[in-house]
């Protein structure tokens, strides 16, 4: 496979009187030797966090991009100079791309992958084979899972609370109460809490029993639904959610609706 290289600048072995083959240079009229390479994690080639979430973002991977990719080179920095003799040519035999390259190979013949595949399918993959997939891939991908993730939660509905029993639900929490019962919880104080339910998300407005009037009167809330909103938004546990409902005064009295909603809705934790 004939690959040439991209941007950015590399040095070759200092030798009195060579010419150089720097990219860059501003004068640059002798080619750069077929036996002149640099392994393909140097600067001139090496696939940055900002490159990585160029090719995340991509809706598929080639075999050789894919192989590249997991290498911890940029495929558009090695193909936007790949015409420029003046540059030094990557060493497709470092940094395991061949090895790589041929499981890719494989799993396309067997049926595993089919490429064009997806960034999600090519590193799902090379997590499974225990294959390293180079930190820019990774935080990338980690920072996208989550947003994902987030935004799945955010929209997910959360189901109706009903009694245990079947009757009335108990009075609604004012803001001042919830905010105590539920401190620690998500990694906020009680203070946090006042603030967020005083002026609150879309996954918290929709927990509003009765809304409050600004120096009137505060929000009253359901706090099963808050509850079960934290843990669909993935901000709190089952058990932890409910260990406030079991030792909180404020909470006592929607103890056994948690309950029920717990049984119902989440696996036992």
Known sequence: MAIRVPVGRASTPAQEGEDSYIAGDEERTTPAPDSYVMPLNCPLFELTEMGAAHWIAMDGWTLEESALLLSGANPKRIEVLGADPHV???DLQSCGYVGINDRLLRASEMGVLSFPASPFEVCSWAAKKEQGIPIPLMSVLSLSTESTRDEAHQN????PVVAAD????????TTGAVAHALAGLRGWNAGMW??????PPKWLRDCIVAPGQRGVREHCWNPVKIGAALVYKGHAAV???R?????RPELAPWLEAWKTYEANHFDAS
Request: positive net charge; proline residues 14%; glycine residues 6%.
């Open 194 to 199: 006042k603030k967020k339910l005083g002026s």
């Open 156 to 159: 997910q509905p959360v189901a």
């Open 166 to 173: 079947g009757c009335n639900l108990p009075e609604p929490v």
């Open 243 to 247: 260990a406030k409902f079991q030792t």
């Open 239 to 241: 058990n932890s959610v």
């Open 88 to 90: 030094a040519k990557p």
